[in-house]
Nanobody, 124 residues
Framework: QVQLVESGGGLVQTGGSLRLSCTASGRTLRRDVMAWFRQAPGMKREFVATISMTGTTSYYADSVKGRFTISRDNANNTVYLQMNSLKPEDTAVYYC?????????????????WGHGTQVTVSS
């Protein structure tokens, strides 16, 4: 069983930056594909970014491409999301999830486990 804890969220102004962390316990994530999703009030959970088990391949939603960077440190069982040039529309709860069953993640249903989320609020 895997437990994920997200951290690093907060309140920033438009154009600011945040770095989110997702740290796992229970077992190694070395052979898991990981991803970040976000969910705004009244909206469905939305794909943000995913990263391969080795950290060599990443994919991003068009809405964040060029602004966000996903990375991982398998030695520390941690996945990161560096968020730059933040916009008010980035405001959401950000969730980390993962799977051993797929080579990449694009939909919430692909994730077999989740963290509880961290709030990101971007003011105008």
């Amino acid at each position: 069983q895997v437990q994920l804890v997200e951290s690093g969220g907060g309140l920033v102004q438009t154009g600011g930056s945040l770095r989110l962390s997702c740290t796992a316990s229970g077992r190694t994530l070395r052979r898991d594909v990981m991803a970040w999703f976000r969910q705004a009030p009244g909206m469905k959970r939305e794909f943000v970014a995913t990263i391969s088990m080795t950290g060599t391949t990443s994919y991003y939603a068009d809405s964040v491409k060029g602004r966000f960077t996903i990375s991982r440190d398998n030695a520390n069982n941690t996945v990161y999301l560096q968020m730059n040039s933040l916009k008010p529309e980035d405001t959401a709860v950000y969730y980390c999830g993962g799977t051993k069953a797929f080579s990449s993640i694009y939909y919430p249903t692909s994730c077999e486990y989740w963290g509880h989320g961290t709030q990101v609020t971007v003011s105008s």
